[in-house]
Antibody, heavy 123, light 109 residues
Framework: EVYILESGGVLVQPGGSLRLSCAAS????????MSWVRQAPGKGLEWVSAISGGGSTTYYADSVKGRFTISRDNSNNTVFLQMDNLRAADTAVYHCARDGGIVLMERASFEFWGPGTPVTVSS | QSALTQPASVTGSPGQSITLSCTASTEHVFTYNLISWYRHHPGKVPKLLIYDVTKRPSGLSDRFSGSKSGNAAFLTISGLQADDEAVYYCSSYTRSTLVFGGGTTLTVL
């Protein structure tokens, strides 16, 4: 059974930094791209970033490019999202999701999701 | 302004068939035909219904079907059930990024 669990969400001040983690199990981790998708309060889903199965290719939404960095540790089945220069608009629940392929452009669909970790950016 | 536009809300009756739309702002948004649909109940994680425009994940009911015509993609739900009441999102891969539509709230009365 596929299992995904995020952690690291907290209250942080504007301009601050935060690192989210996503632990996965139940599948061959390095064979799949992983994404972060967020949902701000009262808003819809927004794709944030993705990383290929091997970790060599990364993708970012324009809204976070230059501020967020995605990475992965395939030996520990974990994906990370380093978030710097945080803004109030980054307040959301952040979900980690498994893609259907090894790179984002292979399938670009998410069958398995974690429950999410809440991030609040406020002074 | 999302590159994918969905109606804010639709209403259907139990047993009815209903089609939800997802319109791309420009043709290139659908270039790769990597269009997916999700159902999202509040407080739960989104559920993948359709990928690659028309394909269903293994084990998913055939009540859900996807299609595309020009700049628009569609999700058809047949035999509406109370549990289908949820927010539905389309998504598409384009130019090294992925975009979601704003979501359509389906009410089953």
């Amino acid at each position: 059974e596929v299992y995904i669990l995020e952690s690291g969400g907290v209250l942080v001040q504007p301009g601050g930094s935060l690192r989210l983690s996503c632990a996965a199990s139940g599948f061959t981790f390095g064979n799949y791209a992983m994404s972060w998708v967020r949902q701000a309060p009262g808003k819809g889903l927004e794709w944030v970033s993705a990383i290929s199965g091997g970790g060599s290719t990364t993708y970012y939404a324009d809204s976070v490019k230059g501020r967020f960095t995605i990475s992965r540790d395939n030996s520990n089945n974990t994906v990370f999202l380093q978030m710097d220069n945080l803004r109030a608009a980054d307040t959301a629940v952040y979900h980690c999701a498994r893609d259907g392929g090894i790179v984002l452009m292979e399938r670009a669909s998410f069958e398995f999701w974690g429950p999410g970790t809440p991030v609040t950016v406020s002074s | 302004q999302s590159a994918l536009t969905q109606p804010a809300s639709v209403t259907g009756s139990p047993g009815q068939s209903i089609t939800l739309s997802c319109t791309a702002s420009t043709e290139h948004v659908f270039t790769y035909n990597l269009i997916s649909w999700y159902r999202h109940h509040p407080g739960k994680v989104p559920k993948l219904l359709i990928y690659d425009v028309t394909k269903r994940p293994s084990g998913l009911s055939d009540r859900f079907s996807g299609s595309k015509s020009g700049n628009a993609a569609f999700l058809t739900i047949s035999g509406l059930q109370a549990d289908d009441e949820a927010v539905y999102y389309c998504s598409s891969y384009t130019r090294s990024t992925l975009v979601f539509g704003g979501g359509t709230t389906l009410t089953v009365l």
